[in-house]
């Protein structure tokens, strides 16, 4: 290690820590943590286990589907690039053939044994390889010290080594190919192995960050410019590698040389399965995003997802492009290189002006964490002139605070929104959850429709299953059109255990207008005959068409597709959620009822699912669950069909 003796110690430190922390984070965090990294392993469980880059089978299980995969030749297939996913694949069979562990029975723990080896180990060594590059080309020690500190703890990448990505391992192959350039381009070294490292890693890095082409275009161009028949011998045969094995792998899944990437926007992402339309069709959230390139720009520098809001460590980096020292350094081709390629992947990234989404849901802008080593290294010059000064250490540990905060905030789930992001949406200044449709009337029964016609006797059959294996049955039949006080009332016949030794029958009757109105169930729900039932048995009654023991109306939620009993097919629906309080009166203890249903006028009574959650006030563990599901019904309508011009309504 050639860092300054007096730093060995801080060395060897921060290296412990980062693997400590790195250990733990990977030993604490759910494997499968978003669509994304589920993508990737959905293609190695599918290599490993069945030999091929079809993911239909494993993302049968809802813990391992994703919205990150696209529909070829009647398969799904992962949207990301086969080549980082077919070597993490092998990684994994070496971890089963020594430990037995597999990604079935076995998933956190050989998922983290992948991280571990995939992750955090070339992490270390980047970090290792960084520290010898700063160390001969900087001029105190603060430079090196406040240089690999920021590498170590105030970049994002430590915050990825928790999740299997691509953007980690793209940064660490540019770590090693500034090493190996300035060794050539600097230095005047014509060791055949650095240019066999700068064409490996400069290629790998493309294979991983696909705009990382331009970044392998400019090293092979500066290389010829120092030395043309080393970069011919060594540097080309050492990039066709991964190039190749990119190509072969995308041949195997695409039939073509083009990534599924290249897709967007076409029958690939946007198609429909068993009813059920993809992701893209309809994207929500962020992904739905309509900002303007200004307010896009903005944000992806000074905003939610900004580089410099997030990590201003990096505005020393940036500022040491425009020093005058810069241009005297020896480091001035890497410095104009990074300035370049900054450049040119933000104005990339701004044409893209259909998938403004900034990466997703993720704790910084992903797509650009690949630049982080020109960053740093655009440091050096900047410490290296004012690092001695005073104000100017305080303004450093500033912003290396604000940024291992924000890398120290997401290592639990790098896979969500930024603090920063929760902050402006906390404070309504940005807002990208688009309102769910509305209703028609107001919601205030799990039964969203009565059956069109009283004279079909229209019926729809529930099921229930308790944790000890008890089935509740529940089924719902129209009895029927009668007259009360001259209004037009529909009989509810509710037969509980329809069949069985426990069988019993409730009868309703429910004012047509009043129910289409949207009034509560205590202003619908009538006794003809002259006497009314005890008032328990009327707020029994009231209870249950509510689904809940107090009056509250149902919020609109988005649409769904939900796979019933009742045909191959999922069913359009929308889902609908209410919340009361309830203190019984025999308790001094309150609970939380929740109740969400899933509604649709495909089915008679307009409901395809309704559950209750109990919860104890002030806990967040149920206390008490309970789902009906659909499994029978007199008639099914048909969903509306797709078109064009719905598919790609935004």
């Known amino acids: 290690m050639n860092a300054p003796s007096a730093k060995r110690p801080l060395f060897w430190f921060v290296i412990c820590v980062t693997a400590g922390l790195g250990m733990a984070a990977i030993l604490n965090v759910d494997p499968l943590l978003s669509a994304n990294d589920r993508s990737r392993w959905a293609t190695v469980w599918s290599l490993s286990e069945r030999g091929t880059y079809q993911i239909d089978e494993i993302i049968q299980n809802d813990d391992w589907d994703t919205i990150d995969k696209v529909r070829h030749d009647g398969h799904f297939y992962s949207s990301k690039p086969p080549l980082l996913p077919t070597i993490v694949a092998g990684v994994y069979e070496a971890i089963r053939a020594t430990t037995g562990w597999n990604l079935t029975d076995d998933t956190d723990r050989a998922a983290r044994s992948v991280l571990v080896i995939v992750n955090l180990l070339p992490l270390l060594i980047g970090l290792t390889v960084l520290s010898r590059f700063i160390t001969r080309y900087m001029e105190s020690e603060v430079t090196w010290a406040a240089v690999f500190l920021s590498a170590a703890f105030g970049t994002y990448l430590s915050t990825f080594s928790v999740t299997l990505n691509n953007h980690t391992p793209a940064a660490i192959s540019v770590i090693f190919v500034l090493a190996a350039l300035s060794r050539i381009v600097i230095d005047g070294s014509r060791s055949p192995g650095y240019f066999i490292v700068a064409g490996l890693f400069a290629a790998f890095a493309c294979t991983c960050e696909l705009p990382a082409a331009l970044f392998g275009v400019a090293t092979f161009l500066l290389l010829v410019k120092h030395d043309w028949l080393r970069t011919l011998l060594c540097f080309v045969p050492a990039a066709l590698i991964p190039l190749a094995a990119f190509f072969v792998t995308n041949y195997l899944v695409t039939g073509g040389v083009k990534p599924f990437y290249a897709y967007y926007g076409t029958e690939t992402y946007e198609y429909i399965h068993q009813g059920v339309p993809s992701y893209w069709m309809f994207p929500r959230g962020i992904d739905a995003n309509t900002e303007s390139t200004a307010v896009y720009f903005m944000h992806c520098v000074i905003g939610h997802h900004g580089i410099l809001s997030l990590t201003p460590i990096f505005l020393f980096g940036w500022l040491g492009w425009f020093l005058p020292k810069t241009w005297k350094s020896p480091l001035r081709i890497l410095h104009g290189l990074g300035a370049l390629l900054t450049v040119a992947i933000l104005a990339f990234y701004m044409s893209r002006t259909a998938n403004y989404n900034y990466g997703g849901n993720t704790a910084g802008l992903r797509w650009a964490f690949w630049l982080i080593p020109f960053w740093l290294v655009g440091m050096i010059p900047v410490l290296d002139a004012w690092g001695q000064r005073r104000w100017f250490q305080f303004v450093v540990g500033v912003c290396l605070s604000i940024s291992v905060y924000s890398m120290a905030s997401a290592i639990g789930n790098p896979w969500r929104p930024s603090w920063l992001f929760d902050l402006m949406k906390q404070a309504e200044w940005i807002d990208y959850d688009a309102p769910a449709p509305k209703f028609e009337r107001p919601l205030t029964t799990w039964i969203h429709s009565l059956p069109p016609d009283p ?106 597709y939900l796979k019933t009993p009742l045909r191959e097919d999922a069913i359009r629906c929308q889902q609908a959620a209410s919340r009361v309080r309830f203190e019984p009166n025999d308790s001094s203890q309150a609970y939380w009822y929740r109740s969400d249903v899933w509604i649709s006028d495909q089915v008679p009574f307009g409901c395809l699912r309704f559950e209750t959650t109990v919860r104890v006030d002030g806990s967040n563990e149920p206390y008490r669950y309970r789902r009906f599901d659909i499994t029978a019904a007199s008639w099914l309508g048909d969903d509306p069909p797709y078109t064009d011009k719905t598919v790609r309504q935004k």
Do not use: C
């Open 455 to 560: 004279t079909q006797k229209s019926w729809v059959e529930f099921e229930s299953s308790d944790v000890d294996g008890t089935i509740t049955t529940l089924r719902l039949t129209d009895g029927g059109r009668i007259q009360y006080a001259n209004h037009d009332a529909r009989t509810i016949i509710v037969d509980w255990n329809r069949g069985s030794a426990d069988q019993r029958r409730e009868t309703y009757y429910i004012l047509e207008e009043r129910f289409h109105a949207g009034r509560p169930p205590r202003e619908f729900l009538v006794w003809p005959g002259g006497q009314a039932p005890s008032k328990a048995a009327q707020e029994s009654a009231r209870t249950f068409f509510r689904n809940m023991p107090k009056a509250r109306g149902y919020n609109a939620d988005h649409i769904r």
